[in-house]
């Protein structure tokens, strides 16, 4: 168990569709990042926050949108959901701002039908 | 800007022993290396910060070497748990110090 915990585990939906994924870091992690693993693909990372604050983007479709709150936790949005937005998103956090150790959550499935 | 990781995959007997190369085009402020079994979540390995650092965890190991801009992951009499993702990931001054991923090498051994 990382410490970090993910919701939901899985979500089917239908395209056009928007969901929240939630994530709650390792407690006193400040760090928190998102990343979208398509099947038997490897991670892309979508964003970071550290401490509330936006730190870096990816390769994040501006249909995402992404938080985090003062309790550190975050929540990613994804709108007018596509066929192709199915994937596994991991969130990871760290205590540190860029170095250190990433735990993760075991992960949110994602299905557009 | 993406590390090479070689081979892509790489299918072992058990007990047989694999190495893994993550190679950067860039000067490697640390290696990171984790391992990720089908449907699961990445688990950390190993970070790897100096240049000729060598780490070990059980069977597995890993080096730095920081001129040559790459780090080996090396695994050991390899058991069935072994099977999985191999990702690595570089840290560079010059970025910023964010963590960017390999494409991973799948290895899978056989009983």
């Known amino acids: 168990d990382s410490g970090v915990t993910q919701t939901p585990k899985h979500l089917i939906t239908a395209t056009g569709q928007r969901v929240t994924l939630r994530c709650s870091p390792r407690s006193g992690d400040l760090s928190v990042y998102w990343y979208q693993q398509s099947l038997d693909q490897g991670l892309q990372f979508l964003i970071q926050y550290y401490n509330g604050e936006e730190r870096a983007k990816g390769n994040i479709l501006e249909r995402f949108s992404a938080q985090q709150f003062p309790d550190l936790h975050s929540e990613l949005n994804l709108s007018s959901l596509e066929l192709g937005d199915s994937a596994l998103y991991f969130c990871a956090s760290s205590g540190q701002l860029n170095t250190g150790e990433l735990f993760f959550g075991e992960g949110s499935r994602l299905t557009v039908l | 800007q993406q590390p090479v990781q070689s081979p892509q995959a790489v299918i072992l007997r058990e007990g047989e022993d694999a190495v893994i190369n993550c190679s950067s085009s860039k000067a490697l402020y640390s290696v990171h290396w984790y391992r990720q079994k089908h449907g699961e979540a990445p688990v950390f390995l190993m970070i790897?910060?100096?240049g000729g650092e060598q780490k070990g965890h059980e069977k597995i190991s890993a080096s730095f070497n920081e001129k040559k801009q790459q780090s080996s992951l090396y695994l050991t009499a390899s058991q069935l748990s072994y099977s999985g993702t191999y990702f690595c990931?570089?840290?560079?001054?010059?970025?910023?110090?964010?963590?960017?991923w390999g494409a991973g090498t799948k290895l899978i051994i056989k009983p």
């Open positions: 990931g570089t840290r560079h001054r010059d970025s910023n110090y964010q963590l960017i």
């Open positions: 790897l910060l100096k």
